[in-house]
């Protein structure tokens, strides 16, 4: 490279390189050792839905449908909702980047809490616009009252995350009422269900009764309880001129033939799947239902996980990671510890009642 080729610069906006890049979950170092650090899910894909994926290789030379058309309509139909109220993505990472893209202009501001999905403030900032982060009470909940004072006349969106991920509790529905009524006409209110399907505190948000407001977008994913991360379907359901505007901006043809098998297999396969996500629902509440008994404060565990707030994450995590489970640490925070099969919970709890808490 020449001398006059150092020296320029490749004009990356600023507030990009400032940012890390998505940090994914660390992975299994040693023989025998679990990732329990992304959220997974812990079993192996249904027979039913390796062979949908199978036979879709004889399509590998076309491109998918770019409206996901078969999908939308099986899932609008099992969700009750209109299948134009339905917009797909590569996970549903992707449609927040595409509706937040459809919604803001640099300067704007999206209000999100803190501690929550690491990909928030990168979704913001993405179209330009300013992530503007409201910390979590105590118990590791949205403060509703302090989203709702965080909002300026340049707010453009409001992010919920229930379950929160890390922390786990739920907003109530009466929460998420409060916060729609509390915003402003103009604002966004994207609230992310990523981990719907786990939840089972009675008074927990439906972000889908709240669908006749046409400024709220419930965000769901096949990532987590539908075993599917490795494919990525994410999907928005909003009003019909939203979900056109955020299909506008994204990519076309984001979702693959194999993944849209895949999830309309998934689909077909409810029941089983289903059946798996409430063994994954009980050997969560075991392992919080244990950690408490050892004296551990862990929040209320609504999503494919618990959180252990502690000063002290780095080294707790290396405990675990000593004793062959992958956790995920949250410096300054705490760690979070996705729910694995029950052998893998079973070393969880036995590594917990071993670490040197001060
Ligand atoms: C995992 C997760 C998602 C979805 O991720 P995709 O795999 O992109 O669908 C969205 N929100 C939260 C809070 C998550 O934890």
């Known amino acids: 490279m020449s001398d006059a080729g150092a020296a320029r610069r490749v004009p990356i906006r600023p507030e990009i390189a400032a940012l890390a890049a998505y940090r994914p979950g660390g992975a299994p170092t040693a023989p025998g050792a679990v990732k329990l650090s992304s959220n997974e899910n812990p079993y192996p894909p249904l027979p039913s839905i390796r062979r949908a994926v199978a036979a879709s290789a004889d399509r590998l030379g076309i491109y998918p449908d770019t409206r996901a058309t078969a999908l939308a309509d099986e899932l609008g139909a099992w969700l009750g909702v209109p299948a134009d109220r339905l917009c797909f993505g590569a996970g549903s990472v992707s449609v927040l980047m595409h509706v937040l893209a459809a919604v803001c202009a640099p300067g704007d501001e999206v209000i999100h809490p803190w501690r929550s999905f690491e990909a928030y403030p990168l979704a913001v900032h993405t179209p330009g616009a300013t992530p503007v982060p409201v910390a979590l009470d105590a118990d590791g909940r949205h403060d509703i009252d302090a989203l709702l004072a965080a909002v300026t006349d340049r707010t453009r969106a409001v992010l919920v995350c229930t379950p929160n991920n890390p922390t786990g509790p739920v907003l109530t529905h009466d929460e998420l009422l409060r916060l729609q009524r509390g915003l402003p006409e103009p604002v966004l209110l994207v609230v992310d269900e990523a981990y719907v399907e786990f939840v089972t505190a009675p008074d927990a948000a439906r972000g889908l009764d709240l669908l006749d407001d046409p400024r709220v977008v419930v965000l769901r994913t096949f990532s987590k309880a539908w ?26 043809f984001s979702v693959a033939i194999p993944a849209q098998e895949a999830a309309l297999a998934a689909l077909a396969e409810r029941d089983a799947l289903m059946a798996r996500v409430a063994a994954i629902r009980a050997e969560r509440d075991r392992v919080a239902t244990a950690l408490r008994d050892l004296g551990f404060t862990v929040p209320d565990a609504q999503g494919n996980f618990v959180w252990l707030p502690t000063g002290q994450s780095t080294r707790w995590a290396r405990h675990f990671a000593d004793h062959g489970l992958m956790v995920r640490d949250y410096a300054p925070d705490g760690i979070r510890i996705t729910t694995g099969m029950p052998g893998a919970n079973d070393r969880v709890i036995a590594a917990a009642g071993t670490l040197a808490r001060d």
Do not use: M
């Open 227 to 252: 075993g599917l991360a490795g494919f990525r379907v994410g999907y928005g359901i909003c009003a019909p001129e939203l979900a056109q505007a955020v299909r506008t901006v994204t990519p076309p």
